[in-house]
Structures are given as C-alpha cells and as structure tokens.
C-alpha cells in the first residue's frame, strides 16, 4: 500500500523494430516452410502480408499487434501467433523475425523460394511433447 508501480514503458531503446530504420518502409523475410513474409510500416503501424499462405487461402490478419519493443501478435486463421523482432549485433537492423515455429531471414533483394512441404516433419518418427 503507497507503494507507486512506475509506468511500464513499451520501447526502452535498442529496438529492433523496423520502423525504427526510417529509411525503409517494406522488409521481406524469408522462411522455408511459410516463403515470404512481407512487413510493411503504414504511420506508426506494420503490417504483415504472407503470400503463400494467401494463395492456400489462409487467413492472415494484415495488422500486427504490439505486445512489446520488438515483439507483436500476428493473427492467422484468428489464432494469435508471437513474432519478435531480432536485431543484427553489428548493424543493429532487424535480421531476422521469429515464432516458435518459423524463422524469417531478411532478404535485401527477395528471391523466389520453393517452401518445403511440412509433412516430413509431421510424419517424422520421434516422442510427441505434449504440454
């Protein structure tokens, strides 16, 4: 009691985000199951857009949401996913985009990938982890 909790502060710096680089407004990542992943910044909002998914006719909501400096909710089929941003330890640009289940790498000049098929993986023999 009078105890005052300070003010929880969203971006405390060195953030990763990529609308910290004014210069660039759209960033392609690349992952090999999820092929590209496109993160646009529209005001102070980013949006995403997964092509490949689109094209299977997925639902990827486009905005994402900020949970913290480098982290948000990307929603796809309404179910929410974690993606955070993780910045290069010499540049300081976000590189790479991350879910528990994908890692996206950033492309300069993006290529045409060929995803690979996520059956191999779900067929793999191997202990099921369970929560």
Same mark, same amino acid.
């Given at each position: ?59 990827? #909501? =486009?905005?994402?949401? !900020?949970?913290? &400096?480098?982290?948000?909710? $990307? ?33 300069? #000049? =993006?290529?045409?990938? !060929?995803?690979? &098929?996520?059956?191999?993986? $779900? ?9």
């Amino acid at each position: 009691m009078g105890t005052e909790v300070p003010e929880w502060v969203a971006d405390p710096g060195g953030s990763a985000r990529p609308d910290e680089d004014v210069e660039v407004t759209e960033q392609t990542y690349v992952d090999r199951a999820l092929g590209q992943i496109v993160v646009s910044k529209t005001g102070d909002a980013l949006s995403v857009e997964m092509p490949l998914l689109a094209s299977m006719e997925y639902e990827v #909501d =486009p905005e994402l949401i !900020t949970v913290s &400096s480098d982290t948000f909710w $990307l929603y796809i089929e309404d179910s929410p996913h974690d993606l955070t941003f993780i910045a290069d330890g010499e540049s300081g640009e976000s590189r790479w985009l991350r879910n528990r289940g994908f890692v996206g790498t950033r492309q300069q #000049d =993006p290529v045409a990938v !060929t995803p690979v &098929s996520l059956s191999p993986r $779900l067929d793999a023999p191997g202990p099921i982890l369970r929560h």
